[in-house]
């Protein structure tokens, strides 16, 4: 059998990685059919905690589809969601207590209900993260 020549040789290859893409394309899934892993095809949002696992004026950290995310109840009918990283040094805060949340690394005090700092040496507040009440759960926004 001669040696492939180089036409033959990037005929083939281009033949396999042409296949596969127009295999993919030919399929009759639908993405709404498939939905990721650990997400929601509704408009209900990712799942992230049961709503009677956060007490009124307190909070949780829990995995969200990008991270952590901090959720806060500061009423029987509103939840905030909040990066738990403090901005200061990258140090995972404390759970709410009395009010206010705190960074163990250096003391920065930031509001419970809000995510606003309080008490540097942050110099801003927690970071905003969309999440609301569906149901019995909260959900990514």
Do not use: Q, Y
Request: with cysteine; net charge neutral; hydrophobic share 35%.
């Amino acid at each position: 059998m001669p040696d492939p020549t180089r036409r033959t040789v990037v005929c083939g290859l281009l033949a396999g990685l042409v296949a596969p893409v127009s295999l993919a394309a030919c399929s009759s899934e639908t993405p709404a059919a498939n939905p990721p892993a650990g997400g929601s095809s509704g408009s209900g949002g990712t799942p992230l905690a049961k709503l009677a696992d956060i007490p009124v004026g307190s909070g949780a950290i829990v995995d969200g589809p990008s991270g952590k995310v901090l959720i806060v109840r500061p009423s029987e009918n509103e939840v905030k969601g909040l990066d738990p990283v403090c901005p200061h040094a990258g140090v995972t805060v404390s759970r709410p207590a009395g009010g206010t949340i705190t960074c163990p690394g250096h003391g920065s005090v930031f509001d419970a209900a809000t995510g606003d700092m309080k008490k540097g040496p942050a110099t801003t507040g927690l970071t905003p993260i969309p999440v609301k009440i569906s149901g019995d759960s909260v959900v990514t926004a």
